[in-house]
């Protein structure tokens, strides 16, 4: 496992994990925009030889708080730790760089993700009703919180 800061030069390797992850997944030009953002920044995970991309986050660390915006694993390397060890390099880059608490957004019925950020120290501490559409029905968000620098 090799977890790594990525730039400008991944956003076509992210946009593809996005897409293997999400059913709306983002384009390499929206992760282009959002890294050129002040305190953005992305970590990847490899494995293998040659390396081969199993997940990424792309959080942004500004103020004094840092956000998870995405994180995806890709669906046949789930299961095996690469998300928790996202969570944990993201959570000391936020910290490096200022941040005293990390916040993210959940749908509420994503169980394995609200397990995995429970598993990484975030608490729940609010509920976006409707934040995520689905076809089926807009999706609650769950709000977590992680204590940083402690």
């Known amino acids: 496992m090799i977890l790594r800061p990525v730039g400008l030069e991944a956003c076509f390797i992210l946009a593809d994990l996005h897409d293997r992850a ?7 030009l929206e992760f282009e925009a959002l ?3 002040p305190g953005v920044f992305a970590v990847m ?6 390396a081969v991309e199993k997940g990424f986050i792309l959080c942004r660390s500004i103020a004094g ?9 890709d669906p046949a390397a ?14 000391g ?9 990390m916040f993210l ?33 807009a999706r609650d968000a769950i709000v977590m ?3 940083l620098n402690t």
Do not use: C
């Open 45 to 50: 995970g490899e494995a293998g030889e040659p």
């Open 93 to 101: 880059i936020a910290t490096e760089t200022g941040s005293e608490a």
């Open 35 to 37: 890294l050129k953002s």
């Open 65 to 73: 708080e840092a956000e998870v915006l995405t994180i995806a694993v």
């Open 78 to 91: 789930r299961r095996r730790g690469w998300g928790g060890a996202l969570v944990e390099m993201a959570a």
């Open 105 to 137: 957004e959940v749908a509420s019925d994503n169980t394995a993700a609200v397990a995995l950020y429970a598993a990484t120290g975030f608490a729940r501490v609010g509920l976006r009703k409707g934040y995520y559409p689905h076809p089926d029905g």
């Open 22 to 28: 999400f059913p709306r997944p983002w384009s390499a």
């Open 145 to 147: 919180r992680r204590a």
